[in-house]
């Protein structure tokens, strides 16, 4: 079996990772660091996705190191009503969840057909065409002023009375 350019990227990352900080503030960016290796390697969304799950693992404390945290924080206030168990699941969910809004900032999600349609551009305030469907189904709910139906164009707002105003808005029909 060969190994990849992507692979001795990542093999690389897990052996910095022994030396690097751990700790909650620096989770972030030592996944950001693996991803935008990956990435200025020509590493493709799929590509680099599949080291997600194993670069999450890799940063994971190890059972002693989380046990014997726990040990020391458990009269936190923070931890009130925590148990060991749940004390590292939510450590090792909050290292997952870093490392999927890291790799996602670094790698977009892919459009698909249809999305890649409603980003094109349309008309003259280059809005996409899911916007423009969007204001245009938002602007039909409402009654349109019949503007041919006035008596003098230039006529000023202020100078029509309610009812007139009103005859406007719903038409001459009624």
Known sequence: MTINNFDLIFEQWKADLKNRDRSAAAVYGNFEAL????????????????????????????????????????????????????????????????????????????????????????????????EYRLMRNHIDQFKHVDLDSLPDPNQDIDSFSEEELLKLIRGNNE
Do not use: M
């Not at 040990?71 to 939510?90: H, M, N, Q, R, Y």
């Open 35 to 130: 991803f935008t290796s990956l990435r200025a390697a020509g590493a493709t969304f799929d590509e680099a996705h599949k080291y997600l799950p194993n670069a999450t693992k890799a940063h994971q404390p190890d059972p002693a190191l989380a046990r014997n945290t726990y040990k020391c924080l458990k009269t936190s206030p923070k931890l009130a009503g925590f148990s060991e168990k749940e004390f590292v699941d939510k450590w090792n969910k909050d290292i997952a969840d870093k490392a999927t809004n890291a790799f996602y900032d670094t790698f977009p999600r892919p459009k698909s057909k249809d999305e890649e349609d409603d980003e094109r551009k349309v008309g003259g305030n280059k809005i996409t065409a899911k």
